[in-house]
Every structure is written in C-alpha cells, then in structure tokens.
C-alpha cells in the first residue's frame, strides 16, 4: 500500500490545525488548565508535546536535522498561547517540507531514544511518519475532551470537582 504524500499531509494538518484551534479558541487561561486526574495535561502542554514530536520524528528521524528535544519539560510546558501557535505554524510547514523530501522505505536517519516511548521495533521513514499522525490524531481528540471538560467546569465548577451528580 502507498499513502499519497498530500494525503498524509491532509489529515496530519487536520488533527494539527484542530489542536491549534482548541488552545485558540481557549485562550491563555483556559489553555493552561490541568484538570484534576493524576498525570492530566493542560492543552498547551499537549499541543507543546506533538510540536516536539512533529518536530524530532519528522525533522530528526526522517529528514535527518539535529532536534534538541526535552519531552518531559513538554508536559510541563505553560504560558501564552500567542507564541506556541507561531510556533506550531512553522511545526506545520517544516511538516510538509519534510514529508515531501521522505523516503518512505528507507530506514531512519537516526534512533529514537527509548524513553520517547516510540514504536517498539525498527521503523521506516514511512511508519515514523504513520507515528507521527498516530500522535497528533490521539492527542487532538484528548484535546477535544479536554476543552468540553474546561469549557463545562467554567460555567459550572461541580463538573471539575468529580462530585457533580452525588449524594
């Protein structure tokens, strides 16, 4: 099976342009919330982490550019919403650079390290791309939870507390 490179492109901009969307439309504040679940992340921090995946599978694995990445300070990650956006901009266009320049059955340019909880077998240029839509398709719909979760624990904060609806 060949995937059109477009394709790709199409639905990898799809779930990327819809997480960007979400930390948009809920702002600086909301964007930061992290909800009460043990290990829970705020939208900028999701959106944060697929950036330094997008950017290090893509950039570092398939198109072979030294990425210095830092995943745990991904999640971690706070702040306005302003310069995380033009930065998923660039993300999103070095993407498609990339995936255009990819070849697909080729091996990687490099090893992910384990602790980036990859695959858990050797990769090509192809399936690290295919990781690459499998983090930004879960994550975007996570990120859509999540902004209802906020959204409804703003105008009502017994929905966020987890004792909504108890006796």
């Avoid at 799809?14 to 043990?38: H, K, Q, S, Y």
């Avoid at 921090?45 to 330094?52: M, P, R, V």
Wanted: net charge negative.
């Amino acid at each position: 099976m060949v995937i059109d490179k477009d394709d790709y492109l199409y639905f990898a901009r799809r779930a990327l342009d819809g997480m960007t969307g979400i930390v948009a439309e809920l702002g600086d504040d909301l964007a930061n919330v992290r909800p009460p679940f043990p290990g829970a992340n705020s939208p900028h921090a999701l959106l944060t982490h697929c950036l330094g995946v997008v950017s290090y599978w893509a950039g570092a694995l398939v198109a072979g550019r030294e990425v210095v990445r830092d995943r745990d300070a991904e999640f971690a990650a706070a702040g306005p919403v302003g310069p995380l956006l033009e930065r998923a901009a660039a993300v999103r266009d070095q993407l498609a650079a990339d995936v255009r320049a990819a070849r697909p059955a080729e091996p990687l340019r490099g090893t992910p390290p384990a602790a980036f909880l990859g695959p858990d077998r050797e990769l090509t240029q192809g399936a690290a791309l295919l990781h690459v839509y499998e983090e930004l398709a879960q994550h975007h719909g996570q990120m859509e939870i999540l902004r209802d979760w906020i959204a409804a624990s703003a105008v009502d904060p017994g929905i966020g507390s987890g004792t909504k609806g108890r006796s």
